[in-house]
């Protein structure tokens, strides 16, 4: 059940210790993915390693750093020249936020690649990340774009009408 009334809002000190939370956890998932990653792939499996296993890791790479430096930069505090708390940044943790998405490909290309160390046909499943990203595009842009009415025509205007109007006019001058 929902709570009742007014929603609470988060203070910038709150704001500023969650965001620090967040982005000490999706450093240890970055850290923790690539960890296995390297030990399976580049350690015990060395010799059957191939030039996809290194362009896939150098893939992820890519996308960790762009999606946790946006974050980061999303999250970073103000402080005041005496160093009181300004502003804590934008709340990493709120719904339908870009931080949202960047923490959804975090995840993605951990998983992906954990799995990866299984077979390589897991890489397959990064393709979720593009495919959730032209559904959003759909449902929040191209789909009502391409269904919308079109603005109706505005009514015939019959004789009766017209001439009451006429005569309102005449009567105002």
């Given at each position: 059940m929902a709570?009742k009334g007014?929603?609470g809002?988060?203070?910038?000190?709150?704001?500023?210790?969650e965001?620090?939370?967040?982005?000490?956890?999706y450093t240890?998932?970055i850290l923790?993915?690539n960890?296995?990653y390297?030990?399976?792939n580049?350690?015990v499996?060395?010799?059957?390693s191939t030039?996809?296993?290194?362009?896939?890791l150098?893939?992820?790479?890519a996308?960790?750093?762009g999606?946790?430096?946006?974050m980061?930069a999303m999250?970073?505090?103000?402080?005041?020249?005496?160093?009181?708390l300004?502003?804590?940044g934008?709340d990493?943790?709120?719904?339908?936020?870009?931080?949202?998405h960047?923490k959804d490909v975090?995840?993605l290309?951990?998983i992906?690649q954990?799995?990866s160390?299984?077979?390589s046909y897991?890489w397959?499943l990064?393709l979720?990340?593009?495919?959730?990203a032209?559904?959003l595009l759909?449902v929040?842009?191209?789909?009502?774009?391409?269904?919308a009415?079109?603005p109706?025509a505005?009514?015939?205007v019959?004789?009766?009408?017209q001439r009451?109007?006429?005569?309102?006019q005449?009567?105002?001058f």
């Open positions: 709570p007014k929603v809002t988060k203070g910038k000190k709150q704001i500023y210790e965001n620090e939370a967040t982005l000490k956890f240890r998932v923790g993915a960890a296995i390297a030990a399976v580049l350690l499996f060395y010799s059957s030039v996809w296993t290194w362009l896939l150098v893939f992820a790479l996308v960790y750093v999606s946790y430096r946006s980061s999250a970073k505090p103000v402080f005041a020249e005496d160093g009181n300004l502003d804590g934008i990493l943790n709120m719904e339908q936020g870009m931080a949202e960047l975090i995840l290309t951990a992906v954990v799995l160390s299984i077979s897991f397959w990064w979720l990340a593009p495919a959730r032209l559904q759909w929040n842009f191209l789909g009502p774009w391409f269904t009415e079109s109706s505005p009514e015939e019959n004789d009766k009408k009451r109007q006429e005569r309102r005449m009567k105002r």
